[in-house]
């Protein structure tokens, strides 16, 4: 029997599955099919969908794109104008393109047939509701069994876990979140004069809870209204979504679409992979913490979890089987985990202290040159922190004030416990 069959019943056996058709799973899907390797790609929508996404392509997005992709861009902004909530408005302009704005359904839908063309097969309409690799219907220790809803079973070597935030296969792996956001938006439509008055620049807006912000995103006759902020905060993250739609005139203008969507971060010690199957993109957690932007983590994420599947599945055993994720781990940790583990340094500086962040954008030339290098993707945060000394000395002095106060705090709470439990017992 040849090894593209199981050990019964003649069936099929992939060499990588990939669940999930955004970007992560696009990626993934792409760069196994590039090594010739039988590769089928799933996703429970029918394509093109919507998905609530500002839909911004950073340096790093553009760069980790597919050859010949070409981006579908709305948009070409030059000009970013920053407030606090709603105060201090400051517009910084460059001479060149800082980033590029995107819907999603039409970047999605090129990503997906990129992966076709390398020669991914596609199967939209499909819900998996989990995989298995031990079991009645696993055959052999080299094979994973994938499990649609209606029972139906698919077979393969690896398996690549790309479908979004709420994944069941970073169920299955065992991902761990610690922090989790919810993001609100409106795709409004607007008039042409109102058009114009867009056209080539954002606005971002620093809001009033911790760690909060919103964006104007203009992509041709529609603007992309949102903000975000950390969940729990439901109720005022939506009076902050309609009082900022209200201050930039708009509340007139019916929206096409509003919905939301809550974004996840994951631990630091949270696995990318158990056995013979990985994660990559929302379905592991990777963003980044202090902007939520997740586009360019997801394409990075997915061409490497496309690279490793097809390592994984020409592993005889299960030695190979775990140095083989363990690289892969190892390539995410090393690039994007860095990435991560400043994002959420420049987050905790943030929901303290937005006013600095503003000042700084609008009034200090290398901070305002610094947003621009990293949105053009000349560098990243965790390349910036290391390459200028004061920036670094800047966040361990704000790391070491930040333990000092927890620890006074910490103190506080137990001497005012140990003075509680002294007045019970003279009592």
């Known amino acids: 029997m040849s090894s593209e069959q199981a050990a019964e019943g003649n069936q099929q056996v992939w060499d990588v599955v990939v669940v999930g058709a955004g970007p992560a799973g696009a990626s993934a ?161 607007v008039p042409e004069t109102v058009a114009e008055d867009w056209a080539g620049r954002v606005l971002i807006d620093w809001g009033p809870m911790p760690g909060s912000y919103g964006w104007v995103f203009p992509k041709g006759d529609t603007l992309t209204v949102g903000v975000i902020s950390a969940r729990g905060e439901g109720a005022a993250t939506k009076r902050y979504l309609e009082d900022f739609v209200g201050r930039l005139g708009l509340a007139g203008f019916e929206p096409r679409i509003s919905s939301g969507h809550l974004t996840r971060c994951r631990a630091e010690d949270s696995p990318l992979s158990r056995g013979r199957v990985l994660v990559c993109g929302d379905a592991a957690g990777l963003l980044e913490p202090w902007t939520r932007e997740g586009i360019s983590f997801a394409l990075r994420s997915g061409r490497l979890a496309g690279e490793w599947a097809v390592r994984i599945a020409e592993a005889n055993d ?78 361990d002095a704000w790391d070491r004030r930040e333990e000092s106060k927890d620890s006074k705090e910490a103190g506080g709470a137990g001497g005012t416990r140990e003075a509680e439990g002294a007045k019970q017992q003279v009592g």
């Open 29 to 189: 899907a792409h760069a196994a099919a590039c090594t010739g390797r039988r590769v089928l790609l799933l996703e429970k929508a029918e394509l093109p969908r919507y998905k609530t996404c500002g839909g911004g392509i950073i340096g790093p997005s553009r760069d980790s794109l597919p050859p010949g992709f070409e981006l579908p861009l709305r948009d070409r902004v030059h000009a970013v104008t920053f407030s606090l909530n709603g105060r201090l408005a400051r517009t910084r302009r460059s001479k060149t393109m800082l980033f590029g704005l995107i819907n999603r359904p039409e970047f999605d839908a090129g990503l997906v047939e990129s992966a076709k063309d390398a020669g991914a097969r596609v199967r939209t309409g499909v819900t998996v509701s989990r995989v298995e690799q031990h079991g009645a219907e696993v055959p052999d220790r080299r094979t994973v069994a994938v499990v649609l809803s209606d029972g139906e079973v698919i077979l393969a070597r690896a398996v690549v876990g790309a479908d979004g935030s709420a994944s069941r296969i970073g169920g299955h792996v065992g991902v761990k979140l610690d922090q989790v956001d919810l993001g609100l938006e409106a795709e409004i439509p």
């Open 318 to 395: 299960a030695v190979d089987t775990r140095r083989q994720a363990l690289n892969y781990a190892f390539a995410i940790k090393a690039g994007l985990g860095v990435e991560m583990g400043v994002g959420r340094r420049m987050l905790s500086v943030f929901e303290r202290r937005p006013g600095i962040f503003h000042a700084a954008l609008t009034g200090f030339g290398p901070a305002w040159r610094a947003f621009a290098k990293i949105t053009r993707g000349t560098t990243t945060l965790g390349e910036l922190v290391r390459a200028h000394p004061m920036a670094q000395r800047a966040l």
